[in-house]
């Protein structure tokens, strides 16, 4: 498995590595207040704190262009590819920790299916932040150490929520989320996720 950096040409159709701002706060605030898991993942859309934030508000003006934000974390220990999702609007990550991205292309997407052996890998440093472009399949980010992943994630406000009833769109799964699940993931196919990752597992060794 090829594993670059952000930084890498190959990034810049999935998204962009944002430059002059100084997340150094929010990262304090961060491992100070946010618990990790002991296992699994958490995630949580929205946090007041965080939305306060200068380097927030300056992300929704230069990103979002003034549009509502949330702004919240996700952490974990994920190691591995079970799904992919995209949004109307862009995804900023600021990863707190080293973390690893599994990223796709909406336009491979065929018939609502999509091959894991076309994702590519990329390597996000502690303090750097991404925005992922709204046609960039992604989902929950890999640990690169035995000590779980953490990051801020911020999207257009909304996002992730409960759908207001349900409807025929396949991929809907909750408010500005279209997602497929593997086809190994008998739970999430049971609740609903359309079972359109198909192949190999992409699993991350630390």
């Given at each position: 498995?090829?594993?670059?950096?952000?930084?890498?040409?190959?990034?810049?159709?999935?998204?962009?590595v944002l430059?002059?701002?100084?997340?150094?706060?929010?990262?304090?605030?961060s491992?100070?207040n946010?618990?990790?898991?002991e296992f699994?993942?958490?995630?949580?859309?929205?946090?007041?704190?965080?939305?306060?934030?200068?380097?927030?508000?300056?992300?929704?003006?230069?990103?979002?262009?003034?549009?509502?934000?949330?702004?919240?974390y996700?952490?974990?220990?994920?190691?591995?590819?079970?799904?992919?999702?995209?949004?109307?609007?862009?995804?900023t990550?600021?990863?707190?920790?080293?973390?690893?991205?599994?990223?796709?292309k909406?336009?491979d997407?065929?018939?609502?299916?999509?091959?894991?052996?076309?994702?590519?890998?990329?390597?996000?440093?502690?303090?750097?932040?991404?925005?992922?472009?709204?046609?960039?399949?992604?989902?929950?980010?890999?640990?690169?150490?035995?000590?779980?992943f953490?990051?801020?994630?911020?999207?257009?406000?909304?996002?992730?929520?409960?759908?207001?009833?349900k409807?025929?769109?396949?991929?809907?799964?909750?408010?500005?989320?279209?997602?497929?699940?593997?086809?190994s993931?008998?739970?999430?196919?049971?609740?609903?996720?359309?079972?359109?990752?198909?192949?190999?597992?992409?699993?991350i060794?630390?």
């Amino acid at each position: 498995m090829n594993i670059v950096s952000v930084l890498d040409e190959k990034f810049k159709c999935y998204g962009s590595v944002l430059n002059g701002y100084n997340f150094d706060e929010i990262i304090k605030y961060s491992l100070i207040n946010i618990q990790l898991p002991e296992f699994g993942n958490l995630y949580e859309p929205a946090i007041p704190a965080i939305s306060e934030f200068e380097e927030i508000k300056n992300i929704k003006s230069k990103v979002y262009g003034e549009l509502p934000i949330q702004a919240g974390y996700v952490t974990g220990h994920n190691q591995s590819l079970t799904g992919l999702e995209y949004h109307q609007g862009s995804e900023t990550i600021i990863a707190i920790t080293d973390l690893i991205l599994i990223l796709g292309k909406r336009q491979d997407l065929i018939d609502d299916c999509f091959l894991s052996e076309k994702a590519e890998v990329f390597f996000v440093n502690a303090g750097q932040a991404v925005e992922l472009y709204g046609t960039t399949l992604h989902y929950t980010p890999c640990k690169t150490s035995l000590e779980p992943f953490l990051a801020v994630v911020v999207l257009p406000d909304g996002t992730n929520r409960p759908l207001s009833e349900k409807r025929n769109e396949s991929l809907l799964f909750k408010k500005n989320k279209w997602f497929i699940t593997h086809t190994s993931e008998k739970e999430k196919v049971k609740n609903g996720a359309f079972p359109g990752l198909l192949g190999k597992i992409i699993k991350i060794k630390i």
